[in-house]
């Protein structure tokens, strides 16, 4: 039975959504590092990260600690069935339940190789938008705004499907406690 919600977040837009879950789940949400002293290995989470060039922060620590019932990745792209489906894939995924949620982005608060890597590629897509089109169009001016100044596209509206499931699966598992007392 899932007892703790565990997040790891960079710039804070998954702890924001970390905690709007776990005010409406009444579970308690801890961050991956406060987790390794308060959580028993094997404990049952449901785990939430940043992503960062496709892949989850510390899927793979979070996986051999603990039993993942479920798996939220948080990023800037747009959600889509075929960008959910890259993540399941770039993560290994294909057994957990997984949803996506757009966070944001806040370059100042970036440091180190992160800071690097998300200006190499912010610069290269303004590169590639501005030889694309002299013009650029509203939808690459919001583009260059999320790399350059900041987004934050955290919204709780956006925990419905994540909502549905935590339903779901709170039958299903009261359903097998029944079957056991029998
Ligand atoms: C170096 C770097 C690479 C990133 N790569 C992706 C990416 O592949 N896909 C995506 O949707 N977002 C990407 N992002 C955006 C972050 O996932 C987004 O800012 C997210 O809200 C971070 O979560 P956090 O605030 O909890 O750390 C990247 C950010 C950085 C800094």
Known sequence: MLKYIVYKTKTDFTKKYAELLSAKFRLPCLSLDDAKDKILPGESILYMAGIRASKLYDIKKAK???????VI????????????????????????????????????????????????????????????????????KKLMDAFFKGVNYVDADNLKPIIDWYSSYLIIQDMIGKKYKK
């Open 64 to 70: 051999n600690r603990y039993n993942i019932e479920a």
């Open 73 to 140: 990745g948080v990023g800037m792209n747009s959600p889509s069935e075929q960008y959910k489906l890259e993540i399941i894939e770039n993560n290994d995924l294909k057994q957990i339940p997984f949803f996506y949620l757009r966070g944001g982005t806040a370059p100042e608060k970036l440091q180190g190789f992160d800071k690097l890597l998300f200006n190499t590629i912010a610069n290269m897509t303004k590169k590639t938008k501005s030889k694309e089109n002299k013009n650029m169009s509203d939808e690459d």
